[in-house]
């Protein structure tokens, strides 16, 4: 993430902003700065898509609200930049934001945002069957191939469950390079081993899904 990824002048969806984003940047001075975990990006991820597809409003608002306690626990907030099938999630620490706006220029580590695509989902409707089945896919790697290519087939389910919820077995060139090359280096902390291994990993992912 740049500076200018979280330039407040960029388009925002003011209904999916997370209230509560003032900081005080007294209480966190002496304290090290947190990275948000894993698997909080992704339940944020799942609940920002959930509230996207809700018909009724005030079940899309609960999302929100749940998405928003969640990312508050760990000092951080959300907003939704771009339009249409071009959206992005944004997720930064809520100390980033002073009187309603990002100053890029009192930024110190951009690297703890994080920025996901909203675009290519599919079906979230869908998403607990298209989980349960990435996840046994995975399962399947880990155990006939071993935990390091288990562990990159979990990352690997996880990301095409949560980014579009669709299958590992759909995910296409251009998801695979987007897992490669953005999501396994900065969201799954690889070993050096599983970085040696991932392309491997993701072959066997695809072979176990076939079968």
Do not use: C, K
Not at 39 to 44: H, L, N, P, R, T
Not at 84 to 104: A, C, I, K, Q, Y
Request: no cysteine; net charge negative.
């Amino acid at each position: 993430m740049t500076p200018e990824d979280i330039h407040p002048g960029e388009t925002e969806h003011e209904e999916d902003a997370d209230e509560g984003t003032d900081a005080d940047t007294a209480d966190t001075a002496d304290r090290a700065p947190e990275t948000l975990p894993r698997e909080v990006a992704d339940e944020a991820e799942r609940l920002t898509r959930l509230a996207r597809d809700a018909i009724d409003e005030n079940e899309a608002a609960a999302y929100r609200e749940r998405r928003a306690d969640l990312l508050a626990d760990h000092e951080y907030t959300s907003r939704i930049r771009g339009e249409n099938t071009e959206e992005t999630l944004v997720l930064h620490p809520s100390e980033w934001v002073v009187d309603g706006s990002v100053h890029p220029d009192r930024i110190e580590d951009i690297d703890r945002g994080i920025e996901v695509p909203l675009e290519g989902a599919g079906d979230t409707e869908d998403w607990d069957a298209v989980d349960e089945h990435n996840a046994a896919v995975a399962q399947q790697v880990a155990d006939e191939h071993g935990e390091v290519h288990g562990a990159n087939a979990r990352a690997f389910a996880t990301f095409m469950s949560n980014h579009y919820a669709r299958p590992v077995e759909e995910a296409t060139e251009r998801m695979r390079e987007e897992f490669l090359s953005e999501y396994f280096p900065r969201n799954a902390w690889p070993s050096a081993d599983q970085q040696a291994v991932v392309e491997a990993s993701l072959e066997l992912v695809t072979e176990a899904a076939v079968e």
